[in-house]
């Protein structure tokens, strides 16, 4: 297997105050990673620092080249799509405008509209929302609408933060079968940041557990929720 | 009620001016999010460029078609140069340098130029329009210009993929950086569009109120006045909001009496206030929900 | 262009000098240090400077004004001028046809400010950022139209405008008019800028901040956003209103031109320069207003504009935070030097 992302000694700091302390892991190619951990682990760090987005030094490669140095939207352009905190959405624009915008650094124009149908059959509530203001939308069709964005990238990795954060219990399900069927179809690898553990290790494949900033534990999804420690921090049995 | 169509008349026409100014001052707020204080003042240099052409010799259309991209290109190098390092001070630092670019470009513009007054030539002729004292072929020529470039800005913004991703930056930067827009270009991408309109403001208003380096102060003031009771985030909004002062100020001066020509100005502002407190974000604006 | 860097970096000096000195002043020596040097410096220099330094507390008194507003409450104001313009008014009107007492005059002129701001605050409150602004500004365009007006011609003199007799020294004291007027000028400042701190400091302050950092979050809170919006706007405008009548006492003459909008936009100025929410600055961006521009014209009188631009660029991009990220720069390094 080819290690798609790895991320070596990284150290993140908001002006003063150091958010991660020397964080290491990889992820392969097609794999479907999580990051777990508390509220102030460093999770939303991480993935805002793997696109530059925070002041941060260490070793981030992606596909063997590093990014370090690189700006957001050009580490954006190597197919990294960032859904962050919060969704991002473009709220004065229409859904559709926030497709478009999702493939807006693609050189391959002719593609985009029918790629623009694929995320309406994927997500059929944004077809029927196409020319309203994507501020309009409630929290999950948001979210929606923020997956179907980064998709348009047509991305190599996702980084997918928070993902069920403020949405009803049956709709994060939904959610999470359509980004494993993302993963396996789309052959899209994905980096999932989670509060809601249990889900997440249910359809991840690789796991990693962050404490104040640094990796404590990594394995096999299946091995991190059988583990007695992991059990009782996060999911509460 | 002859004298109030004619008052109208004169009203739009003198609105085209402010119509244009408005436009160029939304298209840059749309891009940065600030008012431009200095953008009549680039204007105005501009316009002092496509003088100067024409001096040398250059026939009228390839001294416009100059000065454009010209006005297009000092647009961008001001903003790399002067602007960009200020992107991350404080909004009100940024307000202070655009106040500081008002009095470099107004001084040196003096220096070169001096401040006696200068005739423009109009390319629509100053004949009367269809007879009408109030208003002439060229402030006829005025608005259509105006509502021609109204159109290309929207067909611009609205399909193209340039325009969308300028929008994108303007509204949510950091979003528009995850989808790889580079944002800082956008910026600088609205400056040189800006100013450009504002030079084809300057080029329209020029013949009117004639060339002198303070030709804009007045223009400035009802252009922003304009821009804001369109509602700040709308082309269209500032366009007719444009007019409608135009107008205003003139039917203001015609029917209140004991007006003159110092108190239209401040008459014209305080129907806007009254306006702004009923619509808070403008005739054309729309409501930017916010969220704690 | 080597000459204009030079002493763009020789103003910032300049700048930078006098606000750290406040900044430590936080700590008790340093303002003893600061208020000595006021009370001594009409002893050193000669009149004209005496005059120039009293316009910069005058202007400060107006800045800090304007920082209780937009630094205090997060309300921007490009109307100050107006509000300035009146006070200076009301204490001309008040000595030259009401034989008021000057010193009278200020309270009258800070109250009657109040009043109309506080009035002014009213449509302002459903105004916030740039509609404000405008709304603020078309107030300052008028002020210098309406002062023009025929019907109150008799009292304000019209475009000529009015003369105002300076005071002479009280009891006999033996300095001179610019002298005096001077130390009178530094004790209403004194007392205006420890008001204004603890006014800051109190409940109301706290809620003004507030309001000014998030406003939805405030009310939510149970800050009355109407009562205190209002209150700022009627607190910002009584002290430029006194700021206005020391101003007139001090010009000696009033006139509607006198107060156009470009003294909103230099008040405007010296809150950046000064650093905005941070009052000690208010001083420092007042002296940036007074003496700058003369500068400028002292570099070339043909582009002092331009000058002046260059300057300011100069200032905002040393220290785009004002003369208080310039005063936290010198308090670091005087630590440092003391640790060394």
């Known amino acids: 297997m080819t290690i798609l992302l790895s991320v070596h000694d990284l150290r993140a700091y908001y002006g003063q105050v150091q958010a991660l302390h020397g964080l290491s892991f990889d992820l392969n190619e097609g794999s479907m990673t999580t990051l777990l951990g508390a509220n102030g682990a460093g999770k939303t760090t991480t993935l805002r620092a793997i696109c530059n987005m925070v002041r941060s030094t260490g070793a981030i490669q992606f596909e063997g080249k590093p990014l370090n140095g690189k700006s957001t939207e050009n580490i954006v352009r190597l197919g990294i799509a960032h859904v962050p905190q919060g969704r991002g959405t473009f709220t004065t624009l229409t859904v559709e405008e926030n497709l478009q915008l999702g493939a807006i650094s693609r050189k391959d124009t002719k593609a985009i509209s029918s790629d623009i149908e694929r995320m309406y059959a994927h997500f059929p509530v944004l077809k029927q929302r196409h020319t309203q203001q994507a501020g309009t939308l409630s929290g999950g069709e948001q979210q929606m609408l923020a997956v179907a964005r980064a998709l348009m990238l047509r991305p190599r990795l996702m980084l997918l933060d928070e993902p069920s954060f403020g949405l009803a219990p049956l709709i994060v399900r939904d959610l999470f079968n359509i980004l494993g069927k993302i993963n396996r179809e789309d052959k899209v690898s994905i980096l999932v940041v989670e509060q809601n553990a249990q889900l997440a290790l249910e359809i991840a494949d690789k796991a990693y557990v962050i404490e104040t900033g640094r990796i404590v534990m990594s394995g096999n999804a299946q091995e991190i929720a059988n583990d007695e420690s992991v059990r009782k921090s996060y999911l509460g049995y | 009620m002859e004298l109030f169509i004619n008052q109208v008349l004169a009203g739009i026409a003198t609105g085209a001016i402010y119509a244009c100014m408005a436009l160029a001052i939304v298209m840059i707020f749309q891009a940065i999010d600030h008012l431009n204080f200095a953008q009549g003042e680039m204007a105005m240099f501009s316009t002092f460029i496509a003088w100067q052409l024409m001096q040398w010799g250059i026939p009228y259309w390839w001294a416009f078609l100059l000065t454009l991209i010209i006005s297009f290109v000092a647009g961008i190098v001001i903003e790399r140069v002067l602007f960009k390092p200020l992107a991350k001070a404080p909004v009100l630092t940024n307000v202070a340098g655009f106040i500081a670019l008002f009095a470099i470009v107004n001084s040196v513009a003096g220096l070169i130029w001096d401040f006696t007054i200068k005739q423009f030539p109009t390319p629509f002729g100053s004949s009367p329009f269809l007879g009408s004292q109030l208003i002439s072929t060229h402030q006829v020529g005025m608005i259509g210009v105006t509502l021609g470039l109204l159109i290309a800005l929207f067909l611009f913004f609205r399909f193209t993929r340039i325009g969308l991703a300028m929008r994108a930056a303007a509204a949510m930067p950091e979003s528009a950086r995850l989808v790889g827009i580079n944002t800082s270009w956008m910026v600088a991408l609205g400056w040189g569009m800006a100013s450009a309109i504002g030079a084809i403001a300057g080029i329209l208003i020029a013949p009117v109120v004639f060339l002198e380096p303070n030709m804009m102060l007045g223009v400035l003031l009802y252009g922003f006045a304009a821009a804001v009771l369109g509602g700040l985030t709308s082309p269209l909004g500032a366009v007719l909001g444009g007019f409608l002062v135009g107008v205003f100020e003139n039917l203001v001066g015609t029917y209140i009496p004991g007006v003159g020509n110092e108190l239209k100005l401040p008459i014209a502002l305080a129907l806007i206030v009254i306006v702004l407190v009923v619509k808070p974000n403008g005739l054309m604006g729309h409501t930017v929900v916010k969220r704690v | ?340």
């Not at chain 3, 200076?88 to 400010?113: D, K, R």
Request: net charge positive; hydrophobic share 55%.
């Open chain 3, 1 to 340: 262009m080597s000459t204009i860097q030079e002493s763009a970096a020789e103003t910032q000096a300049a700048t930078v000098d006098a606000p750290p000195k406040k900044a430590m002043g936080l700590g008790r020596t340093a303002s003893w240090v600061m208020l000595i040097a006021f009370l001594i410096l009409p002893l050193l220099v000669k009149n004209f400077v005496i005059f120039q330094v009293t316009m910069v507390l005058i202007y400060g008194i107006a800045v800090l004004a304007l920082n209780i507003l937009t630094g205090g409450s997060g309300q921007f104001s490009l109307g100050q001028s107006a509000f300035y313009a009146i006070g200076a008014y009301a204490a001309a009107i008040l000595i030259e046809h009401g034989g008021v007492n000057y010193a009278l005059t200020l309270p009258a002129a800070g109250i009657i400010c109040f009043i109309v701001g506080f009035l002014f605050g009213f449509p302002a409150l459903r105004l916030s950022g740039i509609y404000l602004a405008l709304a603020t500004y078309a107030f300052a365009v008028a002020m210098p139209q309406l002062l023009k007006l025929g019907v109150i011609e008799h009292w304000t003199g019209g475009v000529q405008g009015l003369v105002v007799t300076k005071p002479d020294a009280p009891f006999g004291l033996p300095m001179s008019q610019d002298m005096w007027l001077y130390y009178f000028t530094l004790a209403v400042s004194i007392a205006i800028y420890l008001a204004s701190v603890n006014l800051l400091k109190s409940r109301s302050g706290r809620a003004m901040m507030a309001i000014r950092d998030n406003e939805i979050a405030a009310s939510a809170m149970g800050v009355d956003l109407s009562i205190y919006k209002t209150l700022a706007f009627g607190v910002s405008a009584g002290i430029t209103g006194v700021a206005g009548a020391l101003g007139a006492i001090a010009v000696q003459f009033v006139a509607p031109d006198s107060y156009t909008f470009t003294l909103a936009i230099a008040l405007f100025l010296g809150m950046v320069v000064g650093g905005v929410g941070w009052l000690p600055g208010s001083l420092a961006g007042a002296a940036f207003i007074v003496f700058v521009p003369n500068i400028a014209e002292g570099i070339s009188k043909g582009l002092s504009g331009a000058f002046f631009g260059v300057l300011l660029f100069a200032v905002i991009y040393l220290v785009p935070h004002g003369a208080r990220q310039a005063a936290i720069y010198a308090e670091t390094l005087f630590n440092k030097l003391r640790r060394s």
